[in-house]
């Protein structure tokens, strides 16, 4: 062994943690746990049945075509695909604005890789997605976060933070946020507060990265122009990936940016991949032309929407008051709000003990905040378990919360 094995190592291999949620998911793999922690989706959503035959006709057809490389940039047809997508939207994009990506994870790495030298700070919510502050606290990313409402980050408090930096001579790289269903708190951006934001943006001459993993399943109310719609000025790039909307385990991803960023982020991601495997993007074609998408899309969309309706039922009959939670109009997550002088990380190894779990809160606030959230997921458990899993955490919650006030007015 290497004498000084920790010299070694580089300073970004250094500034690597290893995620809290995927720590988390190592104690819930007993079948007995009920698991509102992974933001998996549901199993029964991914169409197996119809990519069985595709997926062989695709052989037959195409044969050693889809087993070669391919442009780092994606494939062609994949990529007028989804241009299309954004096009029919009413959204002005061509091929030099998108890249496709082994899952929208490696976007948030090359965004930090390209954009991030050690010591940039960055803007995110508090709180907002562990695997996004991760991959720039990676590049030896500064993380400021801006406090978050009812209709997601804080335009006030976003401009207080930029006027804050400035006063400290500091620019920020850029601004993080998820608008549509936000990870962890499922909070949606109306788009008056989009707008404001993207002032903000342009008035401080800061790129902003929209993060859109959920966009898509959306359950009521209507849906939001994307910050990337919004935009006049190359100001904006948008993360996107069919993880949420089609399966996880392809690991397609992309990225809508300008085109002088995409530059970068395509020669960065040589070093990387070379190319996002050619074979699952052949299949997200063929899929895509298939028509089953948009079918099998609904019905994950309906699955989702009656599993977050049984949760937030279970919980208006079982959670104890002074305990709060959003209620998303779509994604995969809800969170929990418990009363200031509780912590949601004594409340966690209870609850394991009771063979249920979460995510403590805590891990998604880069100011070592939000000690008294949680974050549930809906998507993944059944509603039968849903219903004991919640039983189980209500009954957990309204303990601790008795034996909290004992202790403060002992």
């Known amino acids: ?50 990519l069985d035959g595709l997926i062989s006709t695709m052989l037959k057809e195409e044969g050693a075509a889809v087993l070669q490389y391919d442009a780092t940039e994606g494939v062609t047809e994949l990529r007028e695909l989804l241009l299309k997508k954004y096009q029919d939207e009413g959204i002005e994009c061509s091929l030099d604005n998108l890249i496709v990506t082994t899952g929208s994870q490696q976007g948030l790495d090359l965004v930090g890789k390209v954009l991030v030298n050690e010591g940039d700070t960055v803007i995110c919510g ?32 976003l401009e207080a933070k930029l006027i804050e930096l400035a006063e400290q001579g500091i620019k920020p790289k850029f601004i993080y946020v998820i608008p549509d269903f936000q990870n962890p708190t499922g909070i949606t951006m109306p788009k008056s507060r989009r707008i404001e934001i993207l002032e903000l943006a342009h ?38 990936t069919f993880s949420k909307i089609f399966a996880p385990g392809l690991r397609i991803g992309w ?4 085109e002088a960023v995409n530059e970068k982020i395509v020669i960065a991601k040589q070093s990387a991949d070379l190319c996002t495997p050619t074979f699952v993007q052949k299949i997200a074609v063929r899929y895509l032309k298939s028509g089953v998408f948009e079918s ?50 004594d409340l966690f190894h209870k609850a394991i003990e009771k063979k249920v779990a979460f995510v403590t809160g805590n891990v998604f606030y880069c100011n070592g905040g939000g000690n008294n959230t949680m974050r549930l997921n809906f998507s993944y458990v059944n509603n039968e378990k849903a219903i004991e899993g919640i ?18 007015f002992a």
């Open 203 to 240: 008035k401080y001459d800061v790129l902003l990265v929209e993060d859109c993993p959920y966009r898509e399943v959306r359950f009521e109310g209507e849906a939001q122009p994307m910050m990337y719609e919004l935009d006049n000025d190359d100001h904006v790039l948008t993360l996107g």
């Open 255 to 258: 990225i809508l940016g300008p």
């Open 126 to 157: 508090l709180p907002s997605y562990l695997g996004g502050i991760g991959a720039f606290q990676a590049y030896g990313a500064k993380m400021a976060g801006v406090p978050m409402d009812e209709q997601g980050m804080s335009a006030d408090l």
């Open 296 to 345: 099998n899309l609904k019905k994950t969309i309906d699955l989702y929407h009656q599993r977050r309706d049984v949760m937030l039922s279970e919980m208006e009959k079982c959670m104890p008051k002074g305990v709060s939670w959003t209620h998303p109009e779509g994604g995969m997550f809800l969170f929990i709000t418990l009363p200031e002088n509780m912590n949601a990380l």
């Open 1 to 50: 062994m290497i004498s000084d094995l920790k010299g070694t190592f580089s300073h970004i291999s250094n500034n690597i943690k290893r995620s809290a949620i995927r720590e988390i998911l190592k104690l819930t793999q007993n079948p007995e746990v009920i698991s509102f922690a992974g933001g998996l989706p549901a199993p029964e959503s991914f169409p197996v049945d119809s």
């Open 391 to 408: 039983r189980r955490l209500a009954k957990i919650i309204e303990k601790e919360m008795v034996t909290t006030e004992s202790e403060i």
